[in-house]
C-alpha cells in the first residue's frame, strides 16, 4: 500500500527565507508525485508534480522540488519565501498505472512572518 | 470557465438529518472525486468517479454515505443519518484523466458541513 508522510505540521519562516517542506513516500511499484496547496478557505491548487524525465520540476512561483528515488523522498524549496506564500502544503503520491486517485499526506503549515 | 462549483458553501444540521452535498465538475472533465478533510485524519479520498461510473468507493466511511453521478455535469454526496463525527469540509474535484490518465486534479472551494 501506498503512503505519504510529511514530516513538519507546521514550519513558521520569516519572509526571504528559505524553506524545505519534506515529504517522503512508500510504494512497492513507480508513483506520480505532486504537490498542492491550499489557501485558507479554499480548495486545493496544484503547485507541481514529477511524472517522468527530469527528477527537479518547478513552479511558476518560484517552488521546486527533486524526485530522490533512492530516499523516497520529494522535498519541496523554494530559496526565498513571501508573506503570500502562507499556505498548508500537500504532497501527493499516484501509483503508476492507477486511475488518477491521488492519497495525500497530513499537510505542512507554512507560515511566513514579516 | 468557472471551476469546480460546490453547493452549499456552509451546512449546519442536527444529529440524524440528511445531508445533500452537490457539485458540478469543469465541463469536457471524465474523472470526479469526493474528498474530506478534518484535523485529525487530513484528507481523504471518499469515493471517485471515471464517466459518471463508480470506480471506487472504498474510502467512503460507512453505509450512512452515498454518492451519485447521474450525469457528467452533476455529482451528489448524501449522509443519512448525519452524525456529529461526519463534521468536516468534503470537497469535490474534477480531471480529464481517464483510464491511467494522470492530468491535474482542479477542487472545488469545499462544503463545511456541521453536525450538532
Known amino acids: 500500500a501506498q503512503s505519504v508522510t510529511q514530516l513538519d505540521s507546521q514550519v513558521p519562516v520569516f519572509e526571504e527565507a528559505p524553506v524545505e517542506l519534506r515529504c517522503n513516500y512508500s510504494s512497492s511499484v513507480s508513483v506520480y508525485l505532486f504537490w498542492y496547496v491550499q489557501y485558507p478557505n479554499q480548495g486545493l491548487q496544484l503547485l507541481l508534480k514529477?511524472?517522468?524525465?527530469?527528477?527537479l520540476v518547478e513552479s511558476i512561483n518560484g517552488f521546486e522540488a527533486e524526485f530522490n528515488k533512492s530516499q523516497t523522498s520529494f522535498h519541496l524549496r523554494k530559496p526565498s519565501v513571501h508573506i503570500s506564500d502562507t499556505a498548508e502544503y500537500f504532497c501527493a503520491v499516484c501509483r503508476g498505472g492507477s486511475q488518477g486517485n491521488l492519497i495525500f499526506g497530513k499537510g505542512t503549515k507554512l507560515s511566513v512572518k514579516p | 470557465d468557472a471551476g469546480v462549483i460546490q453547493s452549499p458553501r456552509h451546512e449546519v444540521t442536527e444529529m440524524g438529518q440528511e445531508v445533500t452535498l452537490r457539485c458540478k465538475p469543469i465541463?469536457?472533465?471524465?474523472?470526479l472525486f469526493w474528498y474530506r478533510q478534518t484535523m485529525m485524519r487530513g484528507l481523504e479520498l471518499l469515493i471517485y468517479f471515471n464517466n459518471n461510473v463508480p470506480i471506487d468507493d472504498s474510502g467512503m466511511p460507512e453505509d450512512r454515505f452515498s454518492a451519485k453521478m447521474p450525469n457528467a455535469s452533476f455529482s451528489t454526496l448524501k449522509i443519512q443519518p448525519s452524525e456529529p463525527r461526519d463534521s468536516a469540509v468534503y470537497f469535490c474535484?474534477?480531471?480529464?484523466?481517464?483510464?491511467?490518465?494522470?492530468?491535474?486534479?482542479?477542487f472545488g472551494p469545499g462544503t463545511r458541513l456541521t453536525v450538532l
Open positions: 514529477y511524472l517522468s524525465g527530469s527528477t
Open positions: 465541463s469536457g472533465h471524465n474523472s
Open positions: 474535484a474534477s480531471s480529464r484523466a481517464g483510464t491511467g490518465g494522470l492530468d491535474e486534479q482542479f
